[in-house]
């Protein structure tokens, strides 16, 4: 007798409404002024309505698939999604400076959409090996290793928002065993950054001097922290010139203007503060002559913070966006599309979304810690933790408060790539979940 998919129908309800909340915010976000609500395939919403039943179709084929299927294909995928980035460089089509999409006929494919859910895959594969313990130094390497690769391509793309998706994976391998001190290493490492940029690197420098000789004063009898000590000091030096160097000779002038915006910088303000601290180089202002040397990246942010305000409690309604409707928002129906959320419904709506949103994350973070395999357990937490990146990034880019960075709002913002991709990850996990529940059902 074929068993019952026992499907978790909560993860399920929650991801057709978020879904369905999405095409409807895509068609505010698209549609003109006036406009009969009707399916207008050749516009945005439309797409996007396509895109859902494709989507849907390859969901129904993921249920319909044996459980077994997953873990025997992870590497095989991997390796195709792979090639694909590979060929990416070389034959891709450009869109906004990034070489990543390959066009097909009206539509175009985004394959570091489809990295994510590879390398979960892969990830989840070698950690659920049998015999393969996350500690040994080896096993570290060639997690890692799973992670960089596309990573690495992606960011070859010219792509680096998507690049530093995999960055979330770290989040994975705390929950297999990474040791807590890598976090408190990248929370200082993203302290000094930011501080770098907001001061000379010679009172920073001085600073952590004063800081490290004190230290060092109470802990004097003990060698071996001292060493410690002074190489911290050492090796921080190293990175904070590093970061100068980085920020204005290799990061492009929008790349720059994106993060000293969100710090409330301007970019010749910071080039006058770093030209009066000590450099081991010349600073001087990288142009860009491809583009207008005085367009204003600040724009985007402030029209998102705007149109958010501009629903205050209650919101105008859905379709009745002021800002929306005058099209003051770029690329609101993708990267900003919370901005449409924040504008119809209000400060009432966009926090009940967001509610919504977090409880449907914390039952993927739930439902992955209560399963009997690593495969399944570290493939939701992957799932999990690109969901909640992908959600924390996306809101903090359009209230102001993170970097624009380009990266969608998953199951809400248009494309297809990202919405298939998303949804095969979500369902391959439910999927796996629901044998862990037939599991359970035939022992009683």
Not at 239 to 246: A, G, K, M, P, T
Not at 359 to 377: C, H, P, T, Y
Not at 410 to 430: A, Q, R, V
Request: net charge positive; glycine share 8%.
């Amino acid at each position: 007798m074929e068993e019952k998919i026992h499907i978790d129908w909560l993860s399920v309800i929650l991801y057709i409404l978020i879904v369905l909340f999405g095409a409807v915010n895509i068609y505010s976000a698209n549609s003109g002024v006036d406009e009969p609500l009707a399916l207008d395939f050749s516009k945005e919403y439309g797409k996007q309505v396509i895109w859902i039943g494709i989507s849907a179709v390859i969901v129904f084929m993921i249920l319909l698939t044996d459980f077994k299927f997953f873990n025997f294909s992870a590497y095989g995928i991997y390796v195709v999604i792979i090639g694909m980035l590979l060929v990416l460089l070389a034959t891709g089509s450009f869109n906004k400076g990034a070489q990543a999409w390959f066009k097909i006929g009206a539509f175009k494919l985004q394959p570091s959409e489809f990295a994510k859910y590879a390398t979960a895959l892969a990830l989840a594969k070698f950690l659920g090996t049998f015999d393969i313990k996350f500690e040994g130094r080896k096993n570290q390497l060639i997690c890692f290793g799973i992670i960089l690769l596309p990573m690495l391509l992606t960011l070859l793309q010219n792509d680096t928002g998507s690049a530093l998706v995999f960055a979330c994976f770290i989040l994975v391998l705390f929950r297999e065993g990474l040791s807590g001190w890598w976090l408190i290493l990248g929370l200082y490492l993203v302290i000094i950054f930011v501080v770098t940029i907001l001061y000379p690197s010679i009172y920073i420098i001085l600073g952590l001097l004063l800081i490290v000789s004190g230290f060092i004063y109470f802990i004097r009898k003990q060698r071996q922290f001292v060493f410690v000590t002074v190489l911290i000091f050492v090796s921080s030096v190293v990175y904070i010139l590093s970061l100068d160097f980085v920020f204005s000779k290799v990061l492009k002038p929008h790349q720059q203007q994106r993060i000293l915006v969100t710090l409330d910088q301007d970019v010749d303000q910071y080039y006058l503060k770093k030209s009066q601290g000590f450099s081991i180089f010349k600073f001087e202002r990288k142009k860009d002559e491809k583009k207008d040397r005085k367009r204003d990246y600040s724009y985007n942010v402030r029209q998102s913070k705007i149109s958010i305000g501009a629903g205050r409690w209650l919101g105008n309604g859905f379709n009745n966006g002021t800002q929306t409707k005058a099209k003051l928002v770029p690329e609101q129906h993708t990267d900003f599309i919370f901005c449409t959320v924040g504008e119809e419904y209000g400060f009432v709506g966009s926090s009940i979304f967001l509610i919504v949103y977090l409880v449907f994350i914390g039952r993927i973070f739930f439902l992955a810690e209560r399963q009997k395999n690593i495969f399944s357990r570290v493939f939701g937490y992957s799932t999990g933790a690109i969901l909640f990146f992908h959600f924390f990034i996306n809101i903090g880019m359009a209230i102001g408060v993170l970097p624009v960075i380009g990266i969608p709002l998953p199951f809400m913002s248009y494309g297809g790539s990202s919405l298939i991709s998303f949804s095969m990850l979500l369902f391959t996990f439910l999927k796996l979940d629901a044998n862990r529940v037939n599991e359970i059902s035939r022992l009683y």
